[in-house]
Every structure is written in structure tokens, then in C-alpha cells.
């Protein structure tokens, strides 16, 4: 059954109408519109919003949370299209969603009513929106087109017009003339840069590894040492290679005097023959033991395969020290061949496209930059010297002087998409408070 009022229709119109008049404040009115409009017809929920579309009130709450599902919908969905309605009239989702209005029940009742509220000064104020199961007859929409009027008479009363104020002393115009300075310096563009620490490297390096598993016996070279191809860089520890040759070749003169011995008994021992190819297979495995034996030993040299500066941390610390097979001991580069290495902190890894510009102020030579320009940005960070992780970041030199030395080390400048100045100012400082409090 539909539930009805049980007061006199007029009775209840004349109650609200003195609640309208006795309201203090503009929130209490809009209290008032949402939630006691029920004494005079019945409905599940109401909806009060400004002339444009803002949300004013909702029934059933003193204060809605602008971030609750239902509050975003309203605002999103409804919103917009409330104010198109300049009359009375009866609602249900097709109104506002033809081609499905079943997102229409999923939050409302079926059937809903938009009373635009109109003051006589100020024209159309606001829009109610009322929300119940069961449809809305002529008499109910009689009756709340009268309460309407009142409702917006009373909102235009509250709702104050804008004040103009005239700023002629000198005072305020100097304030005026500074605050749009600011404002307009603030919207000035500028280069987002990030700060990084780079180094100079070689583009392509020749890494020269451990030949065997063993221990390093001496480095030969020094850091920067300047090498031709063939020179001596490294030695390895051989004497367990050379002791293990020694008995090689001890096992296959043993071996090479037997078998001379089989093959004069096989001429007159025909049981001696079955041995000679026993013995020969023993030859021939010790005879390839000593030549890998002998081409490891030779081996155990490292030399320079190309011409190139070394890049090694520390020569002594290798004296003595024990490696694997393919462990990395040093690297040869090409002095006229080097780029930018820079290792950006994950929280400045701003958006940088390929070619952007880069400045590298070494330490060296602060006052004359190095230019050059962004070539590739790592996606993965990595963990850099056992501290934070960064991005790596390499970019080609692009200044016409002579190349910086390789191992230079400085501070990198680079320069992404452009931004206001208030964006620049403010990022950082935008990105810790977001960090702490999630906003």
C-alpha cells in the first residue's frame, strides 16, 4: 500500500512555510528542503542542487562525503543534466540514461520528480529532486510547486550578491599590481630539470675476463694506463697447471717407453699385440692433455686485444685474489670514444623523452658545462653502490671541443617537458606531502 500523509495537506504547508521563515542560516534551510518537505508528501529520498548542477544537500544526512560512491555518481550522472529542467515534471532513468536505464535503479527508486525552486529577484535558484517506488499524481505536484515558491524565496533571500569593490586608493592598486605580477610569473613555462650524478664512460668497452678458474699472481697495468694491443695486462698463478703438465708429460714417457716395449715383444709374443692399441689410446689422451695443459699455461698472460685506457678500481687489491672462470678483472676504452652516465634517484625520474637536453658541470671544470643529449633511459632501477636505487641513464656528447677525459665524475642537468613555474616550485615539496599523507 502507498503510505500517505497523515496531516492535512494544508495544515503541513502552512507548518513548513513558518519552519521557512523562522530558518537562521542558509544550511538549516537547505536541512529543512531535504528532509521535512516529507510532512507534506511522502518520498524515499531527496536531492537539493544549485541552479547549475552543484550538489547543495542530500536527505537523511547533515553533511555528505564528497568522496562516497553514491555522492560522485550524483555528481557525475545527474548533475549535469538537472538544470536543463526549467518545470515540474516526472523522471525515471530513461530521461537520463535511454540505452540503460537499469543504472538508473541501481541507485534510485524508480520514479523520481525535479521541482526547479525560482525566486522573483534572482530567477531559477535551485532544483529538488524527489525519489519514491510508486509514480507522482497531479495533486502532490500541486501542492509542491506552492511549497517550491516558498523554498526559493527563501533561498534568494540568503544567496548575496557579489559586491563590486572599487580599488582606487594607491595601496590597493600596488597590491593588485603585485599579486597579478606574481601570478604571472608563476604561469610562466620553464625546463622541468633534474639533478644527477654522471661520470665519463666509454661507449663500448672491451671487458677482459678471467681465462680459468685460479688466482691473479700480479696486474701489470695502472688505472688510465694507456695500452697497444698485445701488451701485457694481467698474470694468473700457473704452478698448479705447470706441476699438473710436469706429470702429464712424466705419465706419457712412461706410456711412449712401454708401447716401444710392447711392439718389439709383439714380434715374437703374439699376446703382447692385444696391448700395443690399449696403450696407444693412453698416449693419445695424455698427448691432448698436455696440449690444453700447454695452451691454458700460454694463456695465463692475459694481453690487450685491442688498444685502449684501463679501467680498473684498485691493482693491488687483485694481487693474490681468487676468481672464476669469466670473472671480470679489467676493461680497455677507446678515449675518443665516450658518453654521459648519469644515475637518476627513482623519486626525480620525471619524464624524459629520447634527445633530451643534458648538461654535465664536472667537478674538474664546473664553470664549462659538457652538453649533450639524452639516448637511452633505463626501465628498471637498479640498486647503485649498495645504497638507492636509480635509473641509468646514458646520453652522447655533443659539445665541438676536445672530448673530457674517461672517469670525469660531476653533476647532471636535465631538462624534460616544460612546466609552469609554480608547478616547478612546488613539485618536490607536492611529492613529500603526498608521500606522508597520501593526497
Not at 511549497?147 to 540568503?158: E, I, T
Not at 644515475?343 to 629520447?354: M, T
Amino acid at each position: 500500500m502507498r503510505r500517505v500523509s497523515q496531516n492535512n495537506p494544508l495544515t503541513a504547508l502552512i507548518s513548513l512555510e513558518q519552519r521557512i521563515r523562522e530558518a537562521e542560516n542558509i544550511d538549516e534551510l537547505y536541512f529543512l528542503i531535504v528532509n521535512e518537505t516529507h510532512n507534506l508528501t511522502p518520498y524515499s529520498q531527496a536531492i537539493l542542487f544549485r541552479h547549475d548542477g552543484f550538489l547543495l544537500s542530500v536527505s537523511g544526512v547533515s553533511e555528505f562525503e564528497d568522496g562516497a560512491p553514491f555522492i560522485q555518481w550524483v555528481k557525475e550522472k545527474i548533475s549535469p543534466e538537472i538544470s536543463n529542467f526549467d518545470y515540474p515534471v516526472n523522471v525515471t532513468g530513461k530521461i537520463f540514461f535511454p540505452e540503460n536505464s537499469d543504472i538508473w535503479t541501481e541507485w534510485f527508486p524508480e520514479f523520481g520528480l525535479i521541482i526547479p525552486l525560482k525566486s522573483h529577484s534572482k530567477g531559477h535558484i535551485g532544483s529538488l529532486l524527489l525519489l519514491r517506488d510508486y509514480a507522482w499524481n497531479n495533486d502532490e505536484e500541486e501542492i509542491l510547486s506552492v511549497l517550491m515558491g516558498a523554498y526559493g524565496h527563501a533561498m534568494g533571500f540568503f544567496v548575496k550578491e557579489k559586491r563590486r569593490r572599487v580599488f582606487f586608493h594607491k595601496k590597493n592598486f600596488i597590491m593588485l599590481s603585485i599579486i597579478f605580477l606574481i601570478l604571472g610569473l608563476l604561469a610562466v613555462k620553464v625546463p622541468l630539470t633534474v639533478l644527477a650524478p654522471a661520470e665519463i664512460v666509454a661507449v663500448n668497452p672491451s671487458v677482459i675476463r678471467a681465462p680459468t678458474d685460479g688466482v691473479v699472481r700480479k696486474v701489470l697495468v695502472n688505472p688510465n694506463q694507456i695500452v697497444d694491443k698485445g701488451d701485457y695486462l694481467f698474470e694468473m698463478d700457473a704452478v698448479s697447471q705447470q706441476n699438473e703438465l710436469a706429470i702429464a708429460k712424466k705419465v706419457f714417457s712412461s706410456l711412449k717407453a712401454q708401447y716401444s716395449q710392447l711392439t718389439r715383444s709383439a714380434l715374437s709374443n703374439s699376446s703382447s699385440k692385444k696391448y700395443l692399441a690399449e696403450t696407444m689410446g693412453r698416449m693419445r689422451e695424455q698427448r691432448a692433455k698436455i696440449e690444453y695443459l700447454q695452451e691454458l699455461i700460454s694463456r695465463m698472460n692475459m694481453t690487450a686485444p685491442v688498444r685502449g685506457a684501463v679501467i680498473i678500481d684498485d691493482p693491488v687489491s687483485w694481487a693474490g685474489k681468487p676468481v672464476n672462470l669469466g670473472e671480470k678483472v679489467l676493461s680497455l676504452a677507446d678515449q675518443n670514444d665516450v658518453e654521459i652516465e648519469a644515475w637518476l634517484a627513482i623519486s626525480d625520474a620525471i619524464e624524459l623523452p629520447k634527445g633530451s637536453l643534458m648538461k654535465v658541470y664536472l667537478n674538474s671544470d664546473p664553470l664549462f658545462p659538457v652538453e649533450g643529449a639524452l639516448r637511452t633511459f633505463s626501465y628498471q632501477a637498479q640498486e647503485r653502490h649498495g645504497e638507492t636505487f636509480s635509473h641509468r641513464i646514458r646520453g652522447v656528447i655533443l659539445s665541438n671541443g676536445a672530448l673530457p677525459r674517461l672517469g670525469l665524475r660531476g653533476t647532471a642537468r636535465i631538462e624534460g617537458r616544460r612546466v609552469s613555474l609554480l608547478y616547478w616550485i612546488f613539485r618536490r615539496p607536492l611529492s613529500v606531502l603526498r608521500q606522508f599523507f597520501g593526497v
